[in-house]
């Protein structure tokens, strides 16, 4: 089957700039209005509110909840945006309305690091078996991705991309077929499939924005599709989740891994980790370890299940003949520059727990083997690090000199057995 056509003649995302100054807007609306409707995609905000002009326009907006649209004076005007718990506006927006005309004013990016956009919503009038969308890349500290929209099943060897977006790009709204649509994004420069939607419909006559968003993870995305004039949403569940594969088995030498039979990572070395995340479909799978110099031969597996749009790391370790299988839940969204994001993995059959010390302040306690602290904020400087019995001074494995980086989301492994406790370092968010 052939790529669908799509049309390049359409209107013009129009960006208004942002503005840290507020201005007077009036207090009653005139004869020809502006309308605008907020849709709040920061991942680390509970809710969200919006003033203008001190006043409270939208209040406790939900992530991925688009409000209606309410009418503003066409004029500059200048929306506030509150988190809760932040004393003052996280960030504001400012532009110039125009009359009659619908907009739609996101917010993206994270409390620290926000972002907002305001975006017109005209659009060309879709005749019937035509179909048009948009796109904004909002998910924070995923990487750029390339836009694939196809025929349901076409071999991405067979395609070039429709666009590239990095993190707060948007296209235009284009015109395509109605019909049965395949929507994949790749991490640009990798060809490491972030999403997949599956086979989705274009409605007939639809004008739609897809948001590409993200929530703790950044290999694994989802996609929220808007309608442009109901506001109705709908969340375009991604088919797959990511994975990154740790070898903490001591005794085994490099390991392979694979998923229901398929073979996923090779050759994964003691006391190392893949480079990145691969991506598997959601659901159970069969997570199987073997020897890398005897293939065939299973050292553990488990049934594991993983969920739509999440980063996992799957985690081997022990000694011979009694290896296990351990699945966490990974938080991969970067912090901003100049602080970094920890967390600690007991991965030592030999230490059945630790508190964590961090230039002697408790940070975790009493993390068992096979389980992993909460992540904790450091900054970028030294740190010395202490993994002590629980619950005493009594250290079990230290280094007095360690850095995590700016930015970063990283994860320290204690390994091996009580006579080489080592320690393995991995940078989750790349």
């Known amino acids: 089957m052939s790529v669908p056509r799509i049309s390049f003649l359409a209107v013009a995302v129009l960006t208004l700039a942002i503005a840290g100054c507020k201005v007077n807007t009036i207090n009653s609306f005139p004869s020809h209005p502006a309308s605008v409707r907020f849709i709040g995609l920061v991942p680390d905000a509970a809710t969200l509110d919006v003033k203008q002009d001190d006043n409270a326009?939208?209040?406790?907006?939900?992530?991925?909840?688009?409000?209606?649209?309410?009418?503003?004076?066409?004029?500059?005007?200048?929306?506030?945006?509150?988190?809760?718990?932040?004393?003052?506006?996280?960030?504001?927006?400012?532009?110039?309305?125009?009359?009659?005309?619908?907009?739609?004013?996101?917010?993206?990016?994270?409390?620290?690091?926000?972002?907002?956009?305001?975006?017109?919503?005209?659009?060309?009038?879709?005749?019937?078996?035509?179909?048009?969308?948009?796109?904004?890349?909002?998910?924070?500290?995923?990487?750029?991705?390339?836009?694939?929209?196809?025929?349901?099943?076409?071999?991405?060897?067979?395609?070039?991309?429709?666009?590239?977006?990095?993190?707060?790009?948007?296209?235009?709204?284009?015109?395509?077929?109605?019909?049965?649509?395949e929507l994949r994004l790749l991490r640009s420069n990798s060809g490491l499939v972030a999403y997949d939607s599956g086979t989705i419909a274009l409605a007939d006559q639809s004008t739609q924005t897809f948001y590409i968003i993200a929530k703790d993870g950044t290999h694994a995305v989802n996609v929220l599709k808007v309608d442009t004039a109901s506001s109705a949403t709908t969340l375009?569940?991604?088919?797959?989740?990511?994975?990154?594969?740790?070898?903490?088995?001591?005794?085994?030498?490099?390991?392979?891994?694979?998923?229901?039979?398929?073979?996923?990572?090779t050759n994964i070395a003691y006391r190392a980790a893949t480079e990145t995340y691969y991506t598997l479909p959601v659901g159970t799978r069969l997570m199987t370890f073997e020897a890398h110099a005897a293939p065939g031969a299973?050292?553990?597996?488990?049934?594991?299940?993983?969920v739509s749009a999440t980063d996992s790391t799957v985690l081997i370790s022990g000694a011979n003949g009694s290896q296990v299988i351990s699945v966490f839940a990974d938080k991969d969204q970067s912090p901003h520059s100049g602080t970094a994001r920890v967390r600690m993995i007991n991965a030592s059959p030999d230490v059945p727990a630790f508190d964590v010390v961090i230039d002697g302040n408790l940070k975790a306690s009493n993390v068992a083997y096979t389980h992993a602290s909460d992540y904790f904020d450091l900054d970028e400087s030294n740190h010395k690090v202490q993994l002590m019995v629980p619950g005493t001074s009594t250290p079990v494995f230290t280094v007095d000199s360690q850095q995590f980086g700016s930015g970063q989301v990283s994860t320290m492994y204690l390994m091996g057995p009580s006579t080489a406790l080592e320690k393995l370092i991995t940078?989750?968010?790349v």
């Open 57 to 181: 326009v939208w209040t406790a907006i939900g992530f991925g909840a688009p409000t209606e649209y309410q009418q503003f004076d066409n004029k500059q005007t200048t929306f506030d945006i509150f988190a809760p718990g932040v004393t003052g506006p996280i960030i504001s927006a400012s532009g110039s309305l125009s009359a009659n005309l619908p907009y739609s004013l996101v917010a993206f990016g994270t409390i620290a690091d926000p972002q907002t956009l305001i975006q017109t919503d005209t659009y060309a009038t879709v005749n019937p078996g035509n179909s048009q969308l948009r796109f904004l890349h909002a998910g924070y500290a995923v990487q750029g991705l390339d836009i694939y929209l196809s025929t349901p099943g076409l071999p991405l060897a067979n395609l070039g991309p429709q666009y590239q977006l990095g993190f707060g790009g948007a296209t235009s709204f284009v015109l395509t077929n109605t019909g049965d649509y």
């Open 427 to 429: 940078q989750d968010d």
């Open 236 to 265: 375009l569940p991604n088919t797959l989740a990511a994975v990154k594969v740790v070898n903490a088995a001591y005794q085994t030498g490099a390991v392979d891994q694979k998923w229901d039979g398929t073979l996923a990572a």
């Open 298 to 306: 299973a050292i553990a597996s488990a049934n594991e299940t993983f």
